[in-house]
């Protein structure tokens, strides 16, 4: 319609000029009244402007939970802990390992919730922000002391571009037993040498006399003899304990799911310490409940607390002539194992340190009845794998009751 006006106009213009020109008017006055004309035919017709088209983007309905969930299938698959976070540093998902090292997490909730350490959230703070991976070291005490090397990066999603910085990943990569494994190189070297260097001066001295003045003398030799034989059996002890104590370390994170009956458990022990009890003159009392205690344990390491506690109590309180072993059940399920001496008791102030390695409330004492002092650290180390407590109570002239708590 619009092309048919501008003809119109055209042909009116050219009409005007011919009529112009018929009746002899100035050529030039023609002239500007046809282009005038054609001038304002022209200023009718709309500006068109061409535009590119605009490259083809991605819509912005694009469903990101759909483009994550195979990511988070890989996650599911591995064996390290991963943690899916939001922008906002909530959790969107925990794959299985996450569960079973961390414990539960709500989705949705903070990452704060679940770990307070300023480390590990200062880096996820900074990784959402900066858009670019970082990782630290972030240890925990509880329930065991572990060790782990955390990352935090975003997640790439197949295919798109679009979720770059949506989602991130929370990764932690345990070096606990690398970590349990130089240290107890070193606290080896450092406690042996420390402990090992008494009874080996003792063993030269002894072999230098022997060698010397009493290389005729049969009756120092044989005293030498007897002293050298016990030097080289409390080493040989030491170095058993230093041993076990590393090996209970380097597990002290794994929990033992087996079931252990503590009722034949503690007569196993009371009767393996019977010969003992005998010559130290003193009474292992045992009351136990009739039918099953049991308690998700390693029975090995089991004895091997409760013989500890049992030969110290006969050990050290040996005065009060009689030990007492007792075990109860709560009905809440708890269970408890008591063993009580009536000797010259702990003072208090050396109490919260007793399962420290090589604490000796008195060193002569303990080494005159052939302690290492290892022995209550091997406890605590055992108790912790097994998540249960070590309680100590004492009171000086009256006795001392250590009860381990299931």
């Known amino acids: 319609m619009r092309l048919r006006q501008e003809f119109a106009i055209l042909f009116l213009a050219t009409l005007i000029a011919i009529f112009a020109l018929v009746e002899k008017i100035d050529v030039g006055v023609v002239l500007w009244i046809w282009i005038a004309t054609i001038f304002v035919a022209l200023a009718r017709r709309p500006l068109v402007v061409r535009v590119p088209a605009p490259a083809q983007a991605e819509p912005e309905h694009i469903d990101l939970q759909s483009l994550l969930r195979p990511v988070v299938a890989g996650f599911d698959a591995l064996d390290v802990p991963v943690l899916v976070l939001g922008r906002d540093a909530s959790v969107l998902h925990q794959n299985p390992a996450a569960e079973k090292a961390l414990g539960p997490i709500s989705l949705g909730a903070h990452i704060s919730a679940k770990l307070r350490s300023p480390g590990v959230l200062d880096m996820v703070r900074e990784t959402i922000v900066t858009n670019t991976p970082n990782q630290i070291e972030h240890s925990e005490r509880l329930p065991s002391e572990r060790v782990y090397i955390v990352r935090s990066a975003p997640i790439r999603l197949p295919g798109t571009n679009t979720g770059s910085g949506a989602f991130f990943a929370l990764s932690f990569r345990d070096i606990s037993e690398l970590r349990h494994i130089d240290r107890m190189r070193s606290d080896f070297v450092a406690n042996a040498s420390h402990e090992l260097r008494t009874p080996l001066a003792s063993l030269r001295g002894f072999i230098e006399t022997i060698q010397g003045p009493a290389r005729n003398d049969a009756k120092a030799q044989e005293r030498f003899l007897g002293i050298m034989f016990d030097q080289t059996t409390?080493?040989?002890?030491?170095?058993?304990?230093?041993?076990?104590?590393?090996?209970?370390?380097?597990?002290?994170?794994?929990?033992?799911?087996?079931?252990?009956?503590?009722?034949?458990?503690?007569?196993?022990?009371?009767?393996?310490?019977?010969?003992?009890?005998?010559?130290?003159?003193?009474?292992?009392?045992?009351?136990?409940?009739?039918?099953?205690?049991?308690?998700?344990?390693?029975?090995?390491?089991?004895?091997?607390?409760?013989?500890?506690?049992?030969?110290?109590?006969?050990?050290?309180?040996?005065?009060?002539?009689?030990?007492?072993?007792?075990?109860?059940?709560?009905?809440?399920?708890?269970?408890?194992?008591?063993?009580?001496?009536?000797?010259?008791?702990?003072?208090?102030?050396?109490?919260?340190?007793?399962?420290?390695?090589?604490?000796?409330?008195?060193?002569?004492?303990?080494?005159?009845?052939?302690?290492?002092?290892?022995?209550?650290?091997?406890?605590?180390?055992?108790l912790t794998r097994h998540r249960a407590r070590l309680v100590v109570k004492s009171e000086v002239g009256k006795g001392t009751v250590f009860t381990v708590r299931f």
């Open 234 to 382: 409390r080493m040989s002890r030491l170095v058993d304990d230093l041993l076990s104590l590393s090996r209970l370390e380097l597990k002290s994170h794994i929990a033992p799911d087996q079931k252990v009956d503590l009722v034949p458990l503690l007569g196993h022990v009371r009767d393996s310490l019977l010969p003992l009890a005998t010559d130290l003159d003193v009474t292992i009392a045992l009351q136990i409940p009739d039918g099953k205690v049991e308690v998700l344990g390693d029975r090995d390491e089991l004895v091997q607390v409760f013989e500890n506690l049992i030969e110290n109590a006969c050990k050290y309180g040996q005065e009060g002539k009689i030990v007492d072993v007792s075990l109860r059940q709560e009905q809440s399920g708890a269970v408890e194992v008591s063993v009580a001496d009536k000797g010259p008791g702990i003072p208090a102030e050396h109490v919260p340190r007793l399962t420290e390695r090589f604490y000796r409330v008195s060193v002569e004492d303990s080494r005159s009845k052939k302690g290492t002092g290892l022995g209550l650290a091997i406890v605590k180390h055992i």
